[in-house]
T-cell receptor, first 112, second 114 residues
Framework: GDSVTQMEGPVTLSEEACLTINCTYTATGYPSLFWYVQYPGEGLQLLLKATKADDKGSNKGFEATYRKETTSFHLEKGSVQVSDSAVYFCALNPGNDYKLSFGAGTTVTVRA | NAGVTQTPKFQVLKTGQSMTLQCAQDMNHNSMYWYRQDPGMGLRLIYYSASEGTTDKGEVPNGYNVSRLNKREFSLRLESAAPSQTSVYFC?????????????FGPGTRLTVL
């Protein structure tokens, strides 16, 4: 079935370091792909999305490109801040169902 | 706009007790969802409601029931709580139930079943 696999954490970085969180997916159709972020004590909020192959989603300095050939949607940021400390979830909507499938989440801690 | 609100924020139950988790949204969204979040497992869909008057099972519906009271409100009921239902529960909503639509999440309810 449709699923998402993302790199395990936790990830600990220093401020201004580069961040990459890998996400790969399995889907039979043409899914839309999402990155959600969960700050401590809060619910999830959409960080960025891409709805078709080669689309690039971007927000708050984060980027992810929908790569159909490698079935990937890796999240990247060139220079992280302490405020980026959160749990990041990759997710997909397969397009033929209601279900939003989430990865297990990656905890990122940025130290000053 | 408050977005998606959930009550209560925290709850402790004993095995066998029942309770209802409340969720409301003020964004005029058509679709609403209940998820549970467990460590290392991401979010799993319990039930969803594509539109007012309809509900459907998700990935992990056993032990739960839902009611779409009106367009704004979607409640989740545990009839006889079990320790395996200890989790953080999130309600979400979206304007339509299709692949491009963003889901908006509430702040969550942390439930412990002893």
């Amino acid at each position: 079935g449709d699923s998402v696999t993302q790199m395990e954490g936790p990830v600990t970085l220093s401020e201004e370091a580069c961040l990459t969180i890998n996400c790969t997916y399995t889907a039979t159709g043409y899914p839309s792909l999402f990155w959600y972020v969960q700050y401590p004590g809060e619910g999830l909020q959409l960080l960025l999305k891409a709805t078709k192959a080669d689309d690039k989603g971007s927000n708050k300095g984060f980027e992810a490109t929908y790569r159909k050939e490698t079935t990937s949607f890796h999240l990247e940021k060139g220079s992280v801040q302490v405020s980026d400390s959160a749990v990041y979830f990759c997710a997909l909507n397969p397009g033929n169902d209601y279900k939003l499938s989430f990865g297990a989440g990656t905890t990122v801690t940025v130290r000053a | 706009n408050a977005g998606v609100t959930q009550t209560p924020k925290f709850q402790v139950l004993k095995t066998g007790q029942s309770m209802t988790l409340q969720c409301a949204q003020d964004m005029n969204h058509n679709s609403m969802y209940w998820y549970r979040q467990d460590p290392g497992m991401g979010l799993r869909l319990i039930y969803y409601s594509a539109s007012e008057g309809t509900t459907d099972k998700g990935e992990v519906p056993n032990g739960y029931n839902v009611s779409r009271l009106n367009k704004r409100e979607f409640s989740l009921r545990l009839e006889s709580a079990a320790p395996s239902q200890t989790s953080v529960y999130f309600c979400a909503s979206s304007f339509r139930n299709n692949l491009h639509d963003e889901q908006f999440f509430g702040p969550g309810t942390r439930l412990t079943v002893l």
